[in-house]
């Protein structure tokens, strides 16, 4: 079944913005740690920004500084703004959640349990 919802993907200029939301299909996949990750044709999955709980935040080094995650409980989404984006950042864009608490909540998948389908972001030159 699908757990989690992925939306706002598109196409963009370099150095236009998007953001992307994540909707949980129930309360247990939106209590614990989240995360966004990316992966584009025929590269591995990267880690790309993670958020506990207590709304701590960390990033992997694709951000670079320029994209924020979020997260509103009272509309148990989550969220990713993207601004200053660069060709590079094209990919597969993924939401992930930890379905139980964890000692860490950071850039690893192996930390989540519970996966979107995706949504594609293309920024061209």
């Known amino acids: 079944q699908v757990q989690l919802v992925e939306s706002g993907g598109g196409s963009v200029r370099a150095g236009g913005s998007l953001r992307l939301s994540c909707a949980p299909s129930?309360?247990?996949?939106?209590?614990?740690?989240m995360g966004w990750f990316r992966q584009a044709p025929g590269k591995e999955r990267e880690g790309v920004a993670s958020?506990?709980?207590?709304?701590?935040?960390a990033y992997g080094d694709s951000a670079k500084g320029r994209f924020t995650i979020s997260r509103d409980n009272a509309k148990s989404t989550l969220y990713l703004q993207m601004n200053n984006l660069q060709p590079e950042d094209t990919a597969m864009y993924y939401c992930?959640?930890?379905?139980?608490?964890?000692?860490?909540?950071?850039?690893?998948?192996?930390?989540?349990?519970?996966w979107g389908q995706g949504t594609q972001v293309t920024v061209s030159p």
């Open positions: 958020i506990d709980e207590d709304g701590r935040k």
């Open positions: 992930a959640a930890s379905r139980q608490r964890t000692l860490l909540c950071t850039v690893v998948d192996s930390l989540f349990s519970a």
């Open positions: 129930g309360g247990i996949y939106f209590r614990y740690c």
